[in-house]
């Protein structure tokens, strides 16, 4: 798995490219942001192939850690396999979830 | 052209107390899902794509339409909060938006369109805009016109039902129902105006059918039943002998007992609603209206194997007894061995079974009973499938009889004893066929160990023949 | 029809058990030859397998030998059984009382496998877990238009 990061429209926004599983997501658990932990942040999941409950997991932290500090986590582009999972376990009330990077980080701050 | 549809939890909660069982946007408007129809007018408007979206779960939406290659359409899926209004909608599924025009459909509407008409070039004409309301929700577009001419408003010769109660969802059914032409594409097969019927449909002599009617699939009619004027018989129903259903909707997989008459209501599992002011009656007594389970192929398989091993505990515990006790019996006089021809199942096979008759007078012959001796011989025919251990009362066969075979459910097969006896019902008569009919169509394997069980105590209890 | 294999317990082979049993579903929805809902079928075995396979990984406990875990599919006319077995300590499986609606950040896994799949069993053998994991093949349901 690789993440990376870039800025957008003045908004952070992390890159995950691979799968986010039982393997990969302490990786992910891990990453510190460049960015400040109030800033919203958006997550880029068009590369992401599979996700399993503990990429949900992982996900489900960091944007707990984000909110506790007044900041916001906000994904976007899923593909099927992903929404799917989210779908399943009702996690898609937590975020709020676009389908275009651009449109994710002119909304994001936004709330 | 693409249609984008939005519709929230809050606007379709009621109908999800009313009919639990379905998600909302696939309850079947004569029997044809909610979803189809919204897929249908999309098509007939041009569209090339459709996005379901909600803030409530779609999963059931997307096992039943998949990417939309049924339709020869892509049909996406995407969730959004409760909070967001249009146009954060629209923004989180900017991508989908981008390119073209937009017909966005929101809130539990139905459109009242007709397939006959080409909506297309309306559409592509209309100016970006509220196109229709109504307190439900509402029909507009996004996206600039086309090249070419541009039309207005009044143009559209559509109009929305907003779907609000369990009242107008019947009187919508039954306006659809009513069509000799209808504008909408209704499943089942159609030879003639006003009468639908599905694929593997029993509608046994006697039973009569008055248009309007839609039938679904898999469906029963028994005999000296009448359905309809105005009836909607859903998939996987059975109505049993001498009822009548007019005026009303019968929702999938539910059994209508005998003698019963549903006029204007909505009947749905074991509960019937009336739809003018919504009250709803659960029947407690299964034997009049109650949900049918589907029993898969493995669950016969099962049932099988269950009776079987019923049939090898039995006869391990009376073998002995049977043995020391049969010659006494015999010696006694009390012990008759007959042969009679039954009836093996609804196709009219015979099977010629060997069986006894005990006369229970006298401590021998009364323990003899009690452990249901004479049913001994039977229970080697279970073993080798012929028979169940528990069913619906072996019919012998004579010309009395054969009429009466024709109207019983199909899945009744000849037994060692009775569902009647199980419920203490004596053993002819129309109580006990009630009984009979009624496990015969919801029987499953784990109630027939139950119901033998008690078929074997009631045989304890059982008083002497005088 | 049935395939064993046979992987170390580590976290690192979570992605080819999980791959194995999508190419594995996906091979057997070619065999029944239907096109509808493919990737509904194979995606819940990647995602079952992927689960069950980092729960054996999670409670394995520490011993000399390598500890592996059994990756075995079989399938009859119209369904597919992965079976995942350990030989971990016995481990109780039951229908999962996950409150959902408080977002835990764990404990899904199980939720998603009952969720996913049609049957699942468990059973203790010789010291070995099985977790049997059965999904059935629908053909198109829909309605006849």
Not at chain 2, 37 to 45: G, K, N, R, T, V
Not at chain 3, 3 to 31: G, H, N, Q, W
Request: include cysteine; charged fraction near 20%; hydrophobic fraction near 40%.
């Amino acid at each position: 798995m690789i993440i990376s990061e870039k800025l957008c429209n003045d908004v952070t926004v992390i890159s995950i490219k691979g799968t986010i599983d039982a393997k990969t997501a302490p990786e992910l658990k891990k990453f510190e942001f460049a960015s400040a932990l109030e800033s919203p942040v958006v997550i880029d999941l068009s590369d992401v192939d599979f996700l399993d409950s503990s990429g949900l997991g992982a996900l489900v932290g960091i944007a707990r850690k984000k909110r506790d500090q007044g900041g916001n986590v906000t994904l976007a582009c899923m593909n099927n396999k992903v929404r799917k999972v989210f779908e399943i376990t009702q996690v898609y009330k937590l975020f709020d979830i676009y389908d275009d990077v651009e449109a994710a980080t002119l909304n994001a701050g936004k709330k | 052209m693409k249609a984008l549809i939005i519709i929230k939890e809050q606007d379709y909660s009621w109908i999800r107390e009313v009919l639990p069982h379905v998600h909302p946007l696939l309850v079947p408007i004569c029997n044809k899902p909610f979803a189809e129809f919204l897929i249908d007018f999309s098509i007939l408007a041009g569209c090339e794509a459709i996005r379901f979206v909600s803030d409530g779960p779609l999963s059931d939406v997307e096992h039943y339409c998949d990417d939309g290659s049924r339709w020869g359409i892509a049909v996406s899926y995407s969730s959004i909060q409760i909070a967001d209004e249009l146009q954060q909608v629209i923004k989180k599924n900017q991508r989908y938006c981008s390119d073209g025009k937009i017909i966005v459909i929101s809130g539990f509407i139905f459109i009242h369109y007709n397939k006959q008409k080409d909506y297309k070039k309306l559409f592509a004409a209309l100016p970006e805009g509220e196109i229709l309301n109504c307190i439900c929700g509402s029909l507009s577009l996004s996206g600039a016109p086309l090249d070419g001419q541009k039309a207005i408003v009044s143009d559209v010769a559509l109009s929305l039902t907003g779907l609000n109660s369990i009242d107008v969802y019947y009187r919508l059914s039954m306006e659809v129902l009513g069509y000799a032409s209808s504008p909408y594409v209704l499943p089942g097969y159609s030879n003639e105006a006003y009468c639908s019927i599905g694929s593997n449909v029993v509608i046994t002599k006697g039973a009569e059918i008055i248009k309007p009617v839609i039938i679904g699939n898999n469906v029963q009619i028994l005999a000296g039943s009448v359905i309809g004027p105005d009836a909607v018989i859903g998939n996987n129903v059975i109505v049993d002998r001498d009822s009548t259903v007019s005026a009303s909707i019968v929702m999938d997989n539910t059994y209508i007992g005998e003698h019963l008459a549903v006029t204007n209501r909505i009947a749905t599992e074991n509960i019937l609603i009336e739809p003018e002011s919504g009250a709803s009656m659960a029947m407690e007594d299964p034997h009049l209206l109650t949900g049918i389970k589907k029993i898969g192929s493995a669950e016969t398989i099962v049932q099988s194997l269950v009776h079987g091993l019923m049939a090898l505990i039995l006869i391990s515990l009376q073998l002995i007894p049977f043995l020391l006790l049969l010659p006494i019996l015999t010696m006694q006089g009390k012990w008759k061995w007959y042969k009679n021809t039954s009836y093996t199942t609804v196709s009219g096979k015979t099977l010629k079974l060997t069986t006894a008759t005990l006369e229970r007078n006298g401590l021998i012959s009364t323990l003899a009973g009690a452990l249901s001796l004479d049913r001994l011989p039977l229970l080697f025919r279970v073993l080798s499938g012929q028979l169940a251990i528990i069913g619906g009362g072996a019919v012998v066969a004579n010309s009395n009889t054969v009429a009466d075979l024709s109207s019983a459910p199909s899945s009744n097969r000849a037994c060692v004893f009775s569902y009647a006896e199980a419920e203490d019902w004596p053993l002819t008569g129309g109580d006990s066929a009630i009984v009979e009919r009624y496990y015969a169509v919801h029987g499953n394997p784990f109630q027939d160990i139950i119901m033998t069980v008690k078929a074997l105590f009631n045989r304890i209890l059982e008083k002497n023949t005088p | 029809m049935t395939t064993m294999m046979t992987l170390p317990s580590d976290i690192r082979y979570v992605r080819l058990a999980s791959l194995a049993a999508l190419k594995i579903a996906e091979i057997f929805t070619e065999c029944i030859n239907t096109k509808m809902g493919n990737e509904d079928f194979c995606h819940a075995f990647e995602l079952s397998v992927s689960e069950a396979f980092t729960n054996s990984v999670l409670h394995a406990e520490p011993s000399e030998q390598e500890n592996t875990i059994i990756l075995s599919f079989c399938s009859n006319s119209n369904n597919l059984t992965v079976t995942v077995s350990d030989s971990n300590p016995p481990f109780a499986i039951g229908a999962p009382s996950l409150d959902i609606s408080s977002y835990p950040e764990n404990g899904y896994g199980l939720f998603l496998i009952h969720q996913l799949m049609d049957n699942v069993s468990y059973a203790r053998e010789n010291g070995t877990n099985r977790v049997s994991m059965t999904k059935q093949y629908h053909m198109t349901e829909g309605n006849n238009l």
